[in-house]
């Protein structure tokens, strides 16, 4: 009796080996079909490493409003991750009503001091500290050496920033690019930022945020392509003997009370309730997704390279061009923006653009492109709604 039924558990056992091998020779079959259809390597598609969850599982892992001080200090720390050997303050003149930033320096910032010769101030826990808490309001570098960077941010000023970074965000959900939106200190600019699971190169996150800002545009034909200059980096490679451009950090404790430098629910486009629930919450991208994505974005294309319709493919809506344009002839070409489709009104401003070879040059050289816009438009807009082209 005992002989059967041990045959007949060794019947089963092998049955159900024979199905898992089975399932297994399908689910490997179905998992190389899906890495073809996503372009991943296997590398690319391996399980996430350490790196890539240490904001979820090592310390500090994830905070929120009831969490401890310190926690809160590291989790920003490593969640806002720039050059560590130095940061800048704001400064405020009352009397003028002036403000700006400074780096930190040793002794204090005395004007024309040479870059050599200052004494950085490295950003310290006690730094994030007093930032947090609205004692300082610090600015964060984020290019690193070897031209790398943990995080990428869109700067957006004027009346109609909040329009322009919802745009950006809608090209990012688009692109499946986890991405956060904050208000800034003025109440009216805004910052959308986007944060790496490992550092990745600048040149790479940069080319990754203009592929987002192009198609914003396509969405918004009103945004100008200075927005291209906004993103943080700023530049591809570390100016050499510089430090690069700063932003201003987020979560500033003074400002926080007053509902700014804060992160927004893009459902009620209020405060979060919890900002440290949520930007634990929020996805960070992989170097192999940033690369992927950027590279299948393409690159923006403005001059004579600009041969058709740039649509977008972040919305489903299809503006109809109207059958007749309107245009007046007098030193430029004048026709009448209300008249635009958005998708557009962004490709004639690109193609009434070209690269700046100064921008270009001093980026090669690895001096800084501060001031040095990255196109040089030929175009203007008045106010009175017209888009002026070259003849």
């Known amino acids: 009796m005992n002989d059967e039924l041990r045959s007949e558990d060794a019947a089963g056992l092998a049955e159900e080996i024979a199905d898992l091998r089975g399932l297994t020779t399908r689910l490997q079959a179905e998992n190389a079909r899906l890495l073809r259809l996503l372009e ?16 979820f599982e090592a310390p500090p892992g994830p905070v929120g409003r009831q969490s401890s001080p310190e926690a809160k200090v590291d989790f920003f720390g490593a969640l806002f991750a720039a050059r560590t050997d130095l940061y800048a303050v704001r400064w405020e003149n009352a009397r003028t009503g002036k403000a700006g930033w400074l780096p930190a320096v040793r002794g204090g910032w005395r004007k024309g001091m040479r870059h050599e010769d200052r004494n950085y101030l490295p950003l310290t826990r006690e730094v994030l500290r007093s930032h947090l808490s609205g004692e300082t309001h610090i600015g ?27 745009a950006y965000l809608k090209a990012a959900r688009t692109w499946s690019v986890p991405a956060a939106l904050e208000v800034s200190r003025s109440g009216v600019g805004a910052h959308a930022w986007v944060f790496f699971a490992a550092p990745v190169p600048a040149e790479t996150a940069r080319r990754l945020g203009t592929a987002l800002l192009r198609e914003a545009m396509a969405v918004r034909g009103h945004m100008d392509l200075a927005s291209y200059d906004r993103l943080f980096p700023s530049q591809d490679v570390l100016p050499t003997g510089g430090v690069g451009n700063l932003i201003a950090a987020p979560l500033h404790g003074k400002a926080r009370r007053d509902g700014v430098t804060v992160f927004l629910d893009l459902s009620t486009m209020e405060p979060h309730d919890d900002q440290w629930a949520f930007l634990s919450s929020l996805g960070r991208m992989t170097p192999g997704e940033v690369n992927r994505i950027s590279r ?18 972040s919305t489903r809506i299809r503006a109809t061009s ?12 004048r026709v009448e923006s209300g008249e635009l489709t958005p998708a557009l009104h962004a490709t004639l401003k690109h193609a009434a653009s070209m690269p700046n070879p100064i921008f270009y040059e001093r980026q090669r050289l690895r001096m800084s492109t ?4 990255r196109f040089l438009r030929n175009y203007d807009e008045t106010v009175d709604g017209g888009l002026i082209l070259p003849p």
């Not at 991943?40 to 904001?55: D, H, R, S």
């Not at 299948?296 to 493919?313: I, K, Q, S």
């Not at 109207?322 to 070409?333: F, K, V």
Request: aromatic share 6%.
């Open 370 to 373: 501060w001031d040095t816009p």
């Open 40 to 55: 991943l390597t296997p590398k690319q598609a391996a399980p996430p490493g350490p790196v890539q969850t240490g904001f």
């Open 140 to 166: 964060l570098y984020p290019l690193l050496d070897g031209d790398l960077c943990n995080w990428l941010a869109a700067d957006f000023d004027g009346q109609a920033a909040l329009l322009d970074a919802l």
């Open 322 to 333: 109207p059958p007749i344009l309107h245009a007046r002839l007098a030193a430029g070409i």
């Open 296 to 313: 299948r974005a393409g690159r923006v294309v403005v001059g004579a390279g600009v041969d058709r319709l740039d649509a977008p493919v």
